[in-house]
């Protein structure tokens, strides 16, 4: 654990068992590690040059050491610094190789190939944290990861940097096991999301600085993606975007009785059911509303919630009951369009 904040392993295990026994010879220590006695009397040097311990005074040498919660806030304000340090000196860098390439760069140097799924991930992950005001994404199958195992970097940067993240998906990811309710997760931390048919392909784009797009072959997805740099290409991804984005079908989980109408929310498996009380729904219901919006058919919806389609059917029709809908895609729309999902 100690190694996050530049404390070696050896010198870790030490520290611990030392500051289990709060003070402690040598001698003492020598059983509580699996170290010989002069790379226990190394690591303890260490300990001490770096604060994380003392020498008290008399014969034999005794240590204490240092309050953990006091090493711990040391070592990562420290960290910290040397991280900011590097940060100044990485966009001093850029601006100079900037400088010395002039006002453009050589058209083959405006798209990167990623290549090999952990390049990918990491520079995924590094493009939201790049991110300065928006990241948009259009997604939809196939994935190369679980698509219902969420994305915890999403998660973070909208929890600790207020971050914007506007997300349009494929009708046929909402059929996903799982990813409905994915994507709930996602609503509620912040994202904005809308719904579409014909995702053209998958992308991320990183402010109006980059674009990471996945490359596909023969309608799999491949461990490489395009990485592309500011320039006219980017500039009509992003117009892309913002066109499907004017015409993809807003989803929003402000469910309740408010101003859009009596429906409330009860948990599975508690309280009234919805046949004695058809003015409530449970969550089966609002990922069942999810997919009626994205037009998902009886048999696709019976799959992804694990119903009969029968089921499906009798579920359908106590809801467009309740919205006063003629068809299932209408009971969807007028769903969303009371703010219900």
């Not at 520290?15 to 006695?37: C, H, K, P």
């Not at 995924?124 to 948009?136: C, D, H, N």
């Not at 509620?188 to 600085?209: H, I, T, W, Y």
């Amino acid at each position: 654990m100690w190694h996050a904040v530049g404390v070696p392993e050896p010198e870790g295990l030490v520290y611990e068992a030392l500051a289990l026994r709060r003070q402690a010879t040598l001698n003492d220590l020598l059983g509580d590690v699996a170290l010989s006695r002069s790379q226990l009397r190394s690591a303890l040097g260490r300990l001490v040059d770096r604060g994380l311990a003392s020498r008290l005074p008399g014969r034999p040498a005794r240590y204490a050491a240092t309050s953990p919660d006091q090493v711990a806030t040391f070592l990562i304000a420290e960290q910290e610094r040397d991280l900011l340090r590097l940060r100044r000196h990485a966009d001093e860098l850029a601006k100079d190789i900037r400088r010395r390439e002039g006002p453009g760069r050589h058209p083959a140097e405006l798209v990167e190939v990623i290549e090999g799924a952990a390049n990918l991930r990491a520079t995924l992950i590094r493009l939201q944290r790049e991110a300065r005001v928006q990241i948009r994404g259009l997604d939809r199958p196939p994935y190369l990861d679980n698509p219902t195992s969420g994305n915890t970097e999403e998660t973070q940067q909208l929890a600790d940097r207020g971050l914007t993240y506007r997300v349009i998906y494929d009708r046929s990811a909402l059929s996903i096991p799982g990813r409905m309710a994915e994507i709930w997760r996602g609503i509620q931390s912040g994202e904005r999301a809308r719904v579409a048919s014909n995702v053209p392909m998958k992308m991320l784009l990183c402010d109006d600085r980059f674009a990471l797009i996945p490359v596909m072959a023969a309608g799999q997805l491949t461990d490489a993606a395009y990485l592309v740099h500011p320039s006219s290409l980017l500039d009509a991804v992003g117009g892309l975007f913002e066109a499907l984005w004017e015409r993809a079908v807003a989803i929003n989980r402000s469910v309740g009785g408010g101003r859009n109408g009596p429906l409330e929310r009860v948990e599975d498996g508690g309280g009234p059911t919805t046949e004695e009380q058809p003015d409530r729904i449970t969550d089966s219901d609002i990922e069942l509303l999810g997919l009626l919006a994205g037009g998902a058919t009886d048999e696709r919806i019976a799959r992804t919630l694990g119903w009969s389609v029968r089921t499906v059917h009798r579920h359908v029709h106590r809801i467009m009951a309740m919205v006063g809908a003629e068809t299932r895609f209408q009971a969807g729309m007028e769903a969303v369009r009371r703010g219900w999902v």
